[in-house]
């Protein structure tokens, strides 16, 4: 059974900061990977989907990577605004029926 | 485009009333179409999942109901709500090429 991992839940930097937000997972068998974006009392926003034969993603300041041998991802932002601010999940699909395992998030706060 | 469509945004029920919340997905078809709830400062959790019309997945064994009554309209239904029914619930579809998500409702069952 696919378990999916965010480390740490919450993380409070100053604007600016360059950040890194980590996903793991134990099933590396997976097609691809999917960061999402939340704001409080709303849906999860797909930032970036990354396929299991790329290494990473990029879109704006945003640089997600796969390492599926080691069951890793990492969501890089770069120069931190208060408006990044959310929590971001990732997931990974299953095998079965394309249901997808998500992450518990890791709650950003971006400090002005 | 494809867009996904969830209602009502918010919903205070009492126990024991029923429940109707609707999804409905546009510009695609066929696609896999899954309900989730999520709990206050919870991660997400599964409760139905459909690959096609009429054919309904339980995850979690419960008091709600989920049906599919045409290609892109996913309904999850209860008799009689519950205390514990509350929660964010989120409908999302995809074909394989990653999940779109609705905006949420918020449901408050007092």
């Known amino acids: 059974k696919q378990e999916v991992t965010q480390i740490p839940a919450a993380l409070s930097v100053p604007e600016g900061e360059n950040l890194v937000l980590n996903c793991s997972f134990t099933?590396?068998?997976?097609?691809?990977l999917q960061w999402f974006r939340q704001d409080p009392g709303k849906g999860l926003t797909s930032l970036l989907l990354?396929?299991?034969?790329?290494r990473e993603q990029t879109s704006g300041r945003l640089n997600a990577s796969l390492d599926k041998s080691s069951g890793r991802s990492t969501l890089y932002i770069a120069a931190s605004q208060p408006g990044d601010s959310a929590t971001y999940l990732c997931a990974v699909p299953n095998t079965n029926a394309g249901k997808s395992t998500f992450g518990d998030g890791t709650t950003l706060t971006v400090k002005p | 485009s494809q867009t996904i469509h969830q209602w009502p945004a918010t919903l205070v029920q009492p126990v024991g009333s029923p429940l109707s919340l609707e999804c409905t997905v546009e510009?695609?078809?066929?696609?896999?179409l899954y309900w989730y709830r999520q709990a206050a400062g919870r991660g997400l959790q599964l409760l139905f999942y459909?690959?096609?019309?009429?054919?309904i997945s339980s995850e979690v064994p419960q008091n709600l109901s989920a049906s599919r009554p045409q290609d892109r309209q996913f309904i999850l239904s209860s008799k009689k709500l519950l205390l514990s029914d509350s929660g964010f619930y989120l409908c999302a579809w995809d074909r394989g090429y990653g999940y779109t998500f609705g905006s949420g409702t918020r449901l408050t069952v007092v």
């Open positions: 990354i396929q299991s034969s790329q």
């Open positions: 099933d590396s068998a997976i097609y691809n």
């Open positions: 459909s690959v096609g019309i009429g054919q």
């Open positions: 510009g695609t078809s066929n696609p896999n």
